[in-house]
């Protein structure tokens, strides 16, 4: 396997979610500056998957911001959403754009590089430089396509041990996530209770409800409707274009809140003064959608869109414990919860549920439901007010040792 | 225009909005019995959309239930949702189903067809025997596709104006409808103010907001990604029956809510005991989505479904006045204006918001909201709840004269 080779890394554009979701993109470099990925080799004698599948080796991509101390108790792991990657922070040499998290890590901010060091890493299953079906397979010189094995969040987590393993890092100081990294959040602290000291889920789920399962169905089925697609195998053609920026264009929805569309675009029309009454774009929220999903074709796999779903459709933590209170019986790490009040994707009671179950198994757990217009998206744009919560729950967590 | 071709009428599955929402279909004839459909042609001269295009002359598909009295006091017209068509009571002859309001049309129902005399029209733009983009082209013996004029709610209602005419009746005594039938129940009020008694609008918006675009573009774009949509010629092919499906999936997840979802499918997987791990159906709600989006290709015609949509997207009651209010400074009638707990897609506050206007501009408006897990599919399924209501308000509306 090679980790070189990736299908979704021509742009920087791997935020966690929507496109340019900051109403202003800064204009310069600062921060943490410029930063590099890097990938390593696990598992040289090929991982198990949650499947039964052995594979591998399988590479990781990473980034880290920040310098170990020496007694290695100042990790922090943070983990992207089903679009984003391992470049959460600063910035790639003439992108033009810093890491999903940018708001949110760097020297002063919440994940406070001069205090802590962030390591983020992109999954596997994805198409960000670790192992995914984009991966060349070195027997055929080709994608692995669908003959790389289904992934589950529990795989993910899995692979991320290794890596902060491999950076001699026993216990983390704290795991954060929003969305599907909520759920890597959640994972962790139940799969790894004594490697975790602190777990901060934002905007997520401990299970994929059939209202969640029915969207993703149905951009992936999106997908599988493009001829282009061909079973998963599009190698040297462009690939199912049409069908994944309708499957993106369906997700994209979920993102954003009502209201939040209504302040946004309302009724608002494209350039012509009046209704085109034609089939063509009538309304700027109709041409919004089409950007965000033809711009999505061009940085992401439709193979790993399919993968990364499946995933999140998979997920449910509870499924081996008689209840999720019994899952979180080993866990001793206190929780933040984060939710957001329009976020429908995730809605606030199925965050609340979590922190529910933590102290029901007489865990520590605070919840915390910010009032936000922005929907899902919130969890990326709304650092104002999450920052000084994470920053206080990371100092408490540093201290208490 | 030749109105006896429409391109969705091949099974009798024309119910409002989801396949088969009744968990226990009839299965022997009662109420009404067997009805048929007529068809009457209407502007000879042609008819002047609301774009301005002149084109006809228009063919209108509609059925009748009970008697029209001496007065001709005592009709009411009926409006169909997104998918359905005129069939909206008794049984067509060696169909599986009744109409899709069989529940509340019929001798002793809500819609009591021992009193009352019951229209119901196929809108135009749509596939169920009015004229529309289906329609064949006397010139060329194909169809219409995109040649067909673009239809808005007021060109509907417009026609129905000149079908209820046709009938010899220049007053109703009410009008009542849901979802995109809830719209044709507000243009009434507002375009023919004088020719309205009293107005039953349900599960329904006064304009269409920018998440209700959304859903409706991405279900176009779906349709439209399909090459075999071919710029809405596929005559004599099978037409975008993937890019339809993916579209019908996509609408169907906004008529059921979170709740309902969970009830019905929570996580429950289908035949195999364990995940598939694989991109093949596991969970029943994936391959119930699937199947409605299946279905509805086989009944319904792609480019119809691309016009209706974008006429539920140009609706905006309010745009040709100062505000709402002013809309209904000429509308006297009373309204009954009744919304479902968990539907999304028409929230109660849009249902509400049409009540408050109705007021503010002097007029009488009940507003109920109904307690229900259905989503908006409720308006079809939550009868016993809507029954008393609505036949108390006719009662009182013909009693009022």
């Given at each position: 396997?090679?980790?070189?080779?990736?299908?979704?890394?021509?742009?920087?554009?791997?935020?966690?979610?929507?496109?340019?979701?900051?109403?202003?993109?800064?204009?310069?470099?600062?921060?943490?500056?410029?930063?590099?990925?890097?990938?390593?080799?696990?598992?040289?004698?090929?991982?198990?998957?949650?499947?039964?599948?052995?594979?591998?080796?399988?590479?990781v991509t990473y980034e880290?911001?920040?310098?170990?101390?020496?007694?290695?108790?100042?990790?922090?792991l943070?983990?992207?959403?089903?679009?984003?990657?391992a470049?959460?922070?600063?910035?790639?040499?003439?992108?033009?754009?810093?890491?999903?998290?940018?708001?949110?890590?760097?020297?002063?901010?919440?994940?406070?590089?001069?205090?802590?060091?962030?390591v983020s890493s992109s999954c596997?299953?994805?198409?960000?430089?670790s192992?995914?079906?984009?991966?060349?397979?070195?027997?055929?010189?080709?994608?692995?396509?669908?003959?790389?094995?289904?992934?589950?969040?529990?795989?993910?987590?899995?692979?991320q041990?290794?890596l902060?393993?491999?950076?001699?890092?026993?216990?983390?100081?704290?795991?954060?996530?929003?969305?599907?990294?909520?759920?890597?959040?959640?994972?962790?602290?139940?799969?790894?209770?004594?490697?975790?000291?602190?777990?901060?889920?934002?905007?997520?789920?401990?299970?994929?409800?059939?209202?969640?399962?029915?969207?993703?169905?149905?951009?992936?089925?999106?997908?599988?409707?493009?001829?282009?697609?061909?079973?998963?195998?599009?190698?040297?053609?462009?690939?199912?274009?049409?069908?994944?920026?309708?499957?993106?264009?369906?997700?994209?929805?979920?993102?954003?809140?009502?209201?939040?569309?209504?302040?946004?675009?309302?009724?608002?029309?494209?350039?012509?003064?009046?209704?085109?009454?034609?089939?063509?774009?009538?309304?700027?929220?109709?041409?919004?959608?089409?950007?965000?999903?033809?711009?999505?074709?061009?940085?992401?796999?439709?193979?790993?869109?399919?993968?990364?779903?499946?995933?999140?459709?998979?997920?449910?933590?509870?499924?081996?414990?008689?209840?999720?209170?019994?899952?979180?019986?080993?866990?001793?790490?206190?929780?933040?919860?984060?939710?957001?009040?329009?976020?429908?994707?995730?809605?606030?009671?199925?965050?609340?549920?979590?922190?529910?179950?933590?102290?029901?198994?007489?865990?520590?757990?605070?919840?915390?439901?910010?009032?936000?217009?922005?929907?899902?998206?919130?969890?990326?744009?709304?650092?104002?007010?999450?920052?000084?919560?994470?920053?206080?729950?990371?100092?408490?967590?540093?201290?208490?040792?």
């Open positions: 396997m090679n980790a070189e080779l990736s299908g979704c890394e021509k742009e920087d554009l791997a935020d966690g979610l929507s496109e340019n979701p900051m109403p202003e993109a800064k204009q310069e470099i600062d921060g943490l500056g410029i930063v590099k990925p890097q990938t390593v080799e696990l598992f040289p004698e090929g991982f198990v998957f949650e499947s039964g599948v052995q594979f591998g080796p399988v590479h880290t911001y920040g310098t170990l101390n020496e007694s290695k108790d100042n990790a922090i943070v983990c992207h959403a089903l679009s984003g990657g470049h959460a922070a600063g910035w790639h040499e003439g992108h033009r754009k810093p890491g999903w998290w940018d708001t949110m890590i760097g020297p002063g901010k919440s994940f406070d590089t001069d205090k802590y060091y962030v596997i299953g994805s198409c960000y430089g192992s995914g079906p984009a991966s060349i397979d070195p027997n055929t010189g080709n994608p692995y396509g669908l003959q790389f094995p289904m992934v589950t969040i529990r795989d993910m987590v899995n692979v041990k290794a902060v393993e491999s950076l001699g890092i026993e216990s983390l100081l704290s795991i954060a996530g929003g969305s599907m990294g909520g759920m890597q959040v959640l994972e962790w602290t139940v799969s790894y209770p004594d490697s975790v000291r602190s777990a901060i889920p934002i905007a997520t789920t401990w299970r994929h409800s059939a209202q969640q399962i029915a969207f993703n169905e149905v951009a992936r089925q999106a997908v599988m409707a493009d001829p282009a697609w061909n079973h998963g195998d599009y190698h040297g053609t462009e690939g199912p274009r049409h069908g994944l920026a309708v499957g993106r264009m369906v997700g994209h929805i979920t993102y954003l809140s009502d209201k939040g569309m209504e302040n946004k675009f309302g009724r608002k029309l494209q350039s012509r003064e009046k209704f085109g009454y034609d089939l063509s774009t009538d309304f700027e929220v109709e041409s919004y959608l089409q950007y965000q999903g033809s711009s999505f074709v061009d940085r992401f796999d439709a193979n790993s869109f399919l993968y990364v779903t499946k995933a999140l459709d998979y997920f449910n933590l509870g499924e081996r414990f008689e209840n999720l209170a019994d899952a979180f019986r080993h866990t001793k790490c206190p929780f933040l919860v984060i939710a957001f009040s329009s976020d429908w994707l995730y809605p606030p009671y199925q965050n609340k549920s979590i922190a529910e179950f933590v102290r029901r198994a007489g865990g520590d757990a605070t919840f915390c439901e910010i009032s936000s217009d922005y929907g899902h998206d919130a969890f990326l744009l709304e650092y104002e007010q999450q920052a000084p919560m994470i920053s206080a729950f990371l100092e408490r967590t540093a201290k208490r040792g």
